[in-house]
């Protein structure tokens, strides 16, 4: 069966990088785009990013300005999200999600148990 | 961006009876190719989101037949046709047609 499995909780301080990991198993990964989401305390979720499925085109939200990185391994059917410079908005559930998209648009068909990251001092 | 309107926010149903959630975009999510790119989803207690329902109208795989959705443009509606004990959750809808992908705010449906 498919399964994302991520990495586990993380705390951070402002300014640190974050990397959350996403396995995936149970289906052909470098045939399926990737998408991560999150979620604040409180908050509605939030898109993040989307990495193609041969990891050559990414595109995340312009509310990042550029901290983010997506990336996958595809040998090792692992897909990649960092983010810099956190801040403690950047507190949250983060999701990784698969694409069951037909290249037009977006769904997202399985999802990743979430990983908490909280940024504190 | 898009921005995604969902009401009622909270929601309690008698089980064996319908309910209905409501979705609004602030632009069309109609694509020329003729698809709706609006799905919903709903997060359990204590799980992961789970895709019910896709480009509009289309059924997730093993989602019961009791659940459909509607709508086109800027109008989409869930229902469920007879509540169970296991529909409890938080329904979101979100779209898929332009970045950034949004989220509606969440309809907190629960046992009346």
């Known amino acids: 069966q498919v399964q994302l499995v991520q990495s586990g909780a993380e705390v951070k301080k402002p300014g640190a990088s974050l990397r959350v990991s996403c396995k995936t198993s149970?289906?052909?990964?470098?045939?399926?785009?990737m998408n991560w989401v999150r979620q604040a305390p409180g908050q509605r979720f939030e898109w993040v990013g989307w990495i193609s499925a041969d990891g050559e085109i990414t595109k995340s939200s312009q509310k990042f300005q550029g901290r983010v990185t997506l990336s996958r391994d595809t040998s090792a059917n692992i897909v990649y999200l960092q983010v810099n410079s956190l801040r403690s908005a950047d507190t949250a559930v983060y999701y990784c999600a698969r694409d069951l998209g037909d290249g037009d648009g977006v769904s997202l068909d399985y999802w990743g148990q979430g990983s908490l990251v909280t940024v504190s001092s | 961006d898009i921005v995604m309107t969902q009401s009622p926010l909270s929601l309690p149903v008698t089980p064996g009876e319908p309910a209905s959630i409501s979705c609004r975009s602030s632009q069309s999510l109609l694509h020329s190719n003729g698809y709706n790119y609006l799905d919903w989803y709903v997060q359990k207690p204590g799980q992961s989101p789970q895709l019910l329902i896709y480009?509009?109208?289309d059924r997730a795989s093993g989602v019961p037949d009791r659940f459909s959705g509607s709508g086109s443009g800027t109008d989409f509606t869930l229902k469920i046709s007879r509540m169970e004990a296991e529909d409890v959750g938080v329904y979101f809808c979100m779209q898929g047609l332009q970045t950034p992908y949004t989220f509606g705010q969440g309809t907190k449906l629960d046992i009346k």
């Open positions: 149970g289906y052909i990964s470098a045939t399926y785009a």
């Open positions: 480009l509009g109208s």
